[in-house]
């Protein structure tokens, strides 16, 4: 994957899996790797309802306590 998708429900599913399958040990080397902040990341999918758990090392839809 050379650069991270613009829509927000293949940029949830292609971090979700990069960070799942340990290609990056947290969302800020993710970050790194593709030249991207990570606050413009959160703040991008905060508008389509997605929150990011540290602990889960996902975004989550909003509200999503499980």
Known sequence: MDHL???P???VSSINMLL???EFESLDSLCNSFNCA???IIDYLAKYDFVYSSE???F???G???
């Open 5 to 7: 998708p613009k829509d």
């Open 9 to 11: 429900y293949m940029l």
């Open 20 to 22: 799942r399958d340990d």
């Open 38 to 40: 990570e606050s413009e």
């Open 56 to 58: 889960q090392k996902q």
């Open 60 to 62: 989550r839809p909003s």
């Open 64 to 66: 999503y306590n499980a």
